[in-house]
T-cell receptor
C-alpha cells in the first residue's frame, strides 16, 4: 500500500540554525499538509499546499516557515532560524481530493537546543 | 474558532470490553476525522465521515451533524488497541484546515 514517507526521522539542531524537513507524499495525491505536535500537546495545523502554492496557513506559520515542492515528489518544510519552541514532532500528510482521508507520514522529531 | 472536546481524556478497559470515545465540536463542519496515534508517535487515519455511521472491523464511528457530536466505538477491545485516539473536525469555513481534539488515551489490559 502506498505511504507517505518523511526524512529524517529525528533531527537535533542548534537554536538559530535552518532546518529542512522532507516529505514524499503519495504519488497521485494533490493536496499536501504539514502539522506539528509539541510534546504532550494537541496536533496543530501548520499549512496546506495545492497546485504549487499555499492554500491555507495557521498563525503559527510565520515568516520563519516556508514550504516548497521542488520536484514532482518531494514536499519540504523549512524553518529558517529555529527557536527552542520549534521542538516538536512534525507530520506531513497528503490527500488526493480536497476533503478526503488524510494519509500521514511517520513524523520527524525535531529537537532545538 | 472551533472548540473540540474529547471525553474521556483517559480510559482503561479490560480486554473484550466495549469502548466509547466522544467528540464534541462547536462549528459547522464538512467532515470529521478519527485518527489513531501509536505510542511511538505515528498517526493513522481511521475514518473520515460527514454523516451517519462507518464501520471498519471492530471500529465504528458515528456522527450527528445537528448535535455537533461524534463517537468512536471499539468492540471486543484488545491490548493492541491501546493508543491515543484523536478527533479532528474539518470546519466548513476553514478549507482543509483540520482542528484537533486533545486525544483520548486508551489502555486495554489483557
Amino acid at each position: 500500500e502506498p505511504e507517505v514517507t518523511q526524512t529524517p526521522s529525528h533531527q537535533v539542531t542548534q537554536m538559530g540554525q535552518e532546518v529542512i524537513l522532507r516529505c514524499v507524499p503519495i504519488s497521485n495525491h494533490l493536496y499536501f499538509y504539514w502539522y506539528r505536535q509539541i510534546l504532550g500537546q494537541k496536533v496543530e495545523f501548520l499549512v496546506s499546499f495545492y497546485n504549487n502554492e499555499i492554500s491555507e496557513k495557521s498563525e503559527i506559520f510565520d515568516d520563519q516557515f516556508s514550504v516548497e515542492r521542488p520536484d514532482g515528489s518531494n514536499f519540504t518544510l523549512k524553518i529558517r532560524s529555529t527557536k527552542l519552541e520549534d521542538s516538536a514532532m512534525y507530520f506531513c500528510a497528503s490527500t488526493r481530493p480536497r476533503v478526503e482521508t488524510q494519509y500521514f507520514g511517520p513524523g520527524t522529531r525535531l529537537l532545538v537546543l | 474558532k472551533n472548540e473540540v472536546e474529547q471525553s474521556p481524556q483517559n480510559l482503561t478497559a479490560q480486554e473484550g470490553e466495549f469502548i466509547t470515545i466522544n467528540c464534541s465540536y462547536s462549528v459547522g463542519i464538512s467532515a470529521l476525522h478519527w485518527l489513531q496515534q501509536h505510542p511511538g508517535g505515528g498517526i493513522v487515519s481511521l475514518f473520515m465521515l460527514s454523516s451517519g455511521k462507518k464501520k471498519h472491523g471492530r471500529l465504528i464511528a458515528t456522527i450527528n451533524i445537528q448535535e455537533k457530536h461524534s463517537s468512536l466505538h471499539i468492540t471486543a477491545s484488545h491490548p493492541r488497541d491501546s493508543a491515543v485516539y484523536i478527533c479532528a473536525p474539518n470546519p466548513k469555513a476553514a478549507g482543509n484546515k483540520l482542528t484537533f481534539g486533545g486525544g483520548t488515551r486508551v489502555l486495554v489490559k489483557p
